[in-house]
């Protein structure tokens, strides 16, 4: 009877500190994204996050998560992140739209769990609002009128940094859309008091912060006289008068006469708001 001898092979794998002996520890670099050319991403932009990873954390069957700072570069929550290797794509959500240039990100694996280093710094910012340039700046304009003034325009803005009054939305002091476009809403002027109206506008598709627009009401207030007033003879009579109308808040202009141009003024005509000319016969 022939012996058969086994021949049992032992297979020993050894762990050290908590690798696999003979494999590259799990680690992720996280790289910082390419901002765009106008030197910011605007908040919810979708962006592209490369990453290496080696070890166990190169894994086939791993997922990732793209991890998003805080306005400090600290205390990094979970942001919309898809994907299965690198490149992820992420949607950059961040609190009470703070802006800053201290943002980071990075990258977190699932099996192992291995979080990534955080990138170098980047900025999430808005375009300024309307009336100002560069980024981040919001105007703050006053306008006044008198309490009961009627004819009162629709707010404008000033468009900045390429955008187009039509691009406009128009706030109230509570946060809530009144208007679009390059009118704005009409002032009210029936109560004494500050009113706040606020307006952003659109540059390369992200919303600016909001400009500040303060219509105060005064219960009595007295009109910018009118300016560079010219008196030109057409005949013996006939007067033509041409001003400028340096007032927002008339209601009318009357049109006097002297004889000596010191004293004795006669009110000779009663004209609307706005006027600019009369022609005196």
Known sequence: MKSVKLLVTLVVTLLVGG???????????????SVPAIGYFCPSS???????????????NNAYKVHLSDKDGNNFTDIPTSGTGSPLTATLNIIN??????YKIRVVASS?????????????SRPSGPGQSGIGQAGNTTIEYCQGQSNIPPLTATPTNGAVANSFVWYNSSAQQVATGSNGPTPNTNSTGTVLYQVSQTVNGCQSVWSKINVNTLSSCTPTPPTNLVASTIS????????????????????????????NWTNIANLGAGATAYSNT
């Open 112 to 124: 192992p769990a291995v979080t990534g280093s955080a990138s170098g710094a980047f900025t999430i």
């Open 46 to 60: 979708v962006i592209s996050v490369s990453f290496s990873r080696t070890g166990q954390a190169a894994a086939s």
């Open 236 to 263: 013996s009579s006939q007067i033509d008068l041409k001003w400028t109308d340096a007032a927002t808040n008339e209601t009318g202009y009357q049109v006097e006469r002297s004889a000596d141009g010191q004293s």
């Open 19 to 33: 690798q696999v002996w003979g494999q590259t520890a799990a680690s992720i670099t996280t790289n910082t994204p």
């Open 97 to 102: 739209d703070e802006i800053s240039d201290k």
